[in-house]
């Protein structure tokens, strides 16, 4: 019988899902934001933020995976990295498995939140935090980027909450935020977002990748289906070197060897389906 | 506020889904399945069975494009067509876009059914069901297969419900189903099947997918989010001949050209990023 | 497995109750409402009023006793009986048992509504909409109140939705209509109104409850359990005669057996009961 | 938004309801049951075992008190009295008024639960575990009262989860059971069961209320709503000796007064009406 404790979760103004909660590790309010971890049945350990499943024990590879490879893997050398969010420190997982980064900075607002994911989601976070590559800033990401000097960074990745999911987000999903990636990235550099959801929320979705477009000479969009989500979730890379985006799925599969990176999911020809397959932007609800 | 009618579906043991209903067109009991026929809000007209959201208007061409243009398109010429379920017509809809077709036999088991879908699923159907080139039989789809001749059938489209939601659809799942199929396959042959879930629904995936393995030579898994459904829906194209399962984008834009086919989606990329992407098959639920 | 159709109807900002639909039988709007007619599993069939139960096949038979026998038995002689609202035609059921009664005023806004309850709802009204004694009026009850001449009726019974549940129902219950039913009750008149739920809507009770106590010298408060309300649903009496609202449990049962009135719950125990329990005006949400 | 952590109960087969959850502060596993203390939006601090709501902050006074001074009131001097369940302490607390008891001896089985309670539940329980009077004892309650010698107690309360809610509490619904309560129970004594509900599971409540009957030669049946538990509470008072059970509201009202007793519902006339009503068991789903 479903009952008991339920996480009831609007994936759509049309469409709930609810989850089975087992154990309620924790439940607080930050400064920032509302957050949960829980033990979902069948989906394990979850971070919930504003209401909002953010990763699940279950998928989560799916979803870092996803963000992180992709913009990585087309990068020729990615030495020096910016992730701003990725709270659950998976993103940074992911992105030191490229032996040839030498540094990461992830700027994170919310510093009581990375306290509670580095005690309750090792599983995510398989100890990353720990990693002296690593120079953890608690801030706000708006404020890193715009104040940085440029040329910092070879990859940038906004692992981000969604932006009609809260306020804290808004902004860098804006024309001047991507202006400012611009600046702190290096030739040949790559960045890349989440998105959202462009079925569901396309006007959010449309917005993020105008103002991309308004600063980048090359796009590239993907989606991928992740679990407990309800949905497929949307990135989009972007760089102003069109040979960054431009990786074929044997020279994906060489680097990821060169680079000693093991994956579950991501290998060259993911690579390349994701970029094929076509995103669905739907304006229309009945 | 999320509240009057609503659908409350299973997506997995683990997770529902909620829908909300404008308006009930239909709510019966064939001698077969429970089948209701509603306009939900944002998804507009759905087809139900046995509680399970089959269709709907919003997202239907997402599924039948995925299910019908892969097989039909990497077979060189198809011209008789076999079409197993699909009471909605889409599946038929799609089929005969393409010009070569010359034949398509439809066998439902569900006459009732039919009946109302060529009622109320008009935005599906389209009026394919009036096509010359059909021929309608409402009897039982494994019999139909068992007792046709060989050689009858360029491709066989196997639109079926879930095997684990209902106990008509299971022996459409058997090895000796797949042998009645590749009996009355021509040379150059495929067939497809939609394969539920993989992620979700591992085992019921893995038996089919076994099955389809020992009867055989050549088999491809994809798989496709259909937003209703809550989940990336798996298909499985299967044939005797290498050459129909090895289309390039190319040549598959080129048939759809010379066929006159139009889609909303599928087009030579989206084939290819299909059979690129990698399904996962999760066995293992926390 | 609680699933397939679902009611899911909000009890309280904090509370909402799902009932299962086995099938629908109506689902429409009429100028003044959205109106469902559905058969329930477990609760029979039920009639739904802008996403609110109104009644159920299974229990409405608590609501309509405890709704007209208090003001109908209290009442020495009563013969002429005004009710508005109680579109179901169960209330003037429970009226027409009162062999002295000689004539039913019935006036409902909503002509298209009692079509679809006579059409549906037999069970409920069981024939009463073909008394002789009925005048069925198809207009605003405020209106036919205010213009109708003083002194024409012996009880009036005010079967309507919540005050905070529709528009329609707000002038019901305001201090110039209870002026108005004074002004068109007789000597020994008396007045019943359902009241909501004092528990959960505390202030549209309280107000309710304020208005009748301007206008009537006597009044008395009672409530009592309807399960598909998932609540106490409250009703006051009101008259200015005082011996009107002071029967004894013995005098009741004698007036019902006299008037020929079979019921399945209220007696003389219950009507007392009803008066002495002490109903709960909860202002304290925590 | 009604979204985020939430309560879905079980009403009936037919029926769930879903209560908001605040903030989660114990979610356990004793040797027993499943324990859950929450803060529910409404209804303030609760607690929840095997996914049954128990207690409400917002509502525990209307269950307690209809529990407990029905049988304390009626009989003429209570001194010592047995509690059986009833880890909230609310039970004891009301028992506690009654300035003629001179002590108290309360037996539960889980006492983790009541280490649990005495932490979380300050607000029902309010310090009544600190009384002198008390004697609590961790242990099997059907044990307690059949070892216990005859003649030690005017007044029995067994305050129990429902027999169909849980297999603990079955045998403490039994025949052998009642007749071991009849043993203790001195000249006078006065026994009282919460009953589950009437309505929607009468098959649990006519066994539990013949099983009763059997063993005393009186008996008396009453119910209450309880918000939080979306019905009807049912009870069942039972005495050998009739004048135990046959208190006038004027005399009730002055042994509270006698003994000090202050209430927020409980009073002669509420005792009265209890009595009076007639509850409903109900036999027929449709």
Redesign the interface.
């Known amino acids: 019988?479903?009952?008991?404790?339920?996480?009831?979760?609007?994936?759509?103004?049309?469409?709930?899902?609810?989850?089975?909660?087992r154990?309620?590790l924790l439940?607080t309010r930050t400064k920032y934001q509302e957050v949960?971890i829980v033990?979902?049945?069948?989906?394990?350990?979850a971070l919930i933020l504003d209401?909002y499943i953010q990763s699940t024990?279950?998928d989560e590879y799916?979803y870092h995976e996803t963000l992180v490879h992709p913009p990585m893997t087309s990068h020729p050398n990615p030495m020096d990295i910016l992730i701003i969010g990725g709270s659950e420190g998976a993103t940074l997982r992911e992105v030191l498995k490229h032996s040839c980064v030498e540094r990461v900075v992830m700027v994170d607002i919310d510093g009581e939140l990375i306290e509670y994911t580095r005690k309750y989601l090792e599983t995510m976070h398989k100890g990353a935090f720990e990693s002296e590559k690593l120079r953890l800033v608690i801030g706000d990401g708006y404020k890193y980027v715009m104040e940085a000097g440029p040329d910092q960074f070879d990859v940038v990745i906004l692992d981000l909450t969604d932006p009609y999911s809260s306020e804290i987000a808004k902004k860098l999903y804006s024309v001047e935020f991507y202006m400012g990636i611009k600046n702190i990235l290096r030739p040949y550099g790559v960045m890349v977002t989440q998105a959202g959801n462009s079925?569901?929320y396309a006007d959010a979705y449309l917005e993020a990748r105008e103002n991309i477009r308004e600063v980048f000479d090359n796009l590239l969009e993907y989606?991928a289906?992740i679990?407990s989500f309800?949905?497929?979730c949307n990135f989009i890379m972007a760089s102003d070197y069109k040979e960054s985006l431009s990786i074929t799925?044997d020279e994906a599969d060489k680097r990821l060897s060169k680079r000693g990176v093991e994956t579950r999911?991501y290998?060259g020809?993911?690579h390349?389906?994701?970029?094929?397959?076509?995103i669905?932007v739907?304006r229309e609800?009945?």
């Open positions: 019988m479903f009952k008991g404790h339920i996480v009831l979760e609007e994936v759509s103004p049309d469409l709930l899902m609810m989850f089975r909660i154990n309620v439940n949960q033990d979902l049945h069948g989906f394990g350990r209401n024990e279950l799916i079925f569901f989606w289906w679990p309800g949905y497929n799925p999911l290998n020809d993911y390349m389906s994701l970029l094929k397959q076509g669905i739907n609800f009945l």
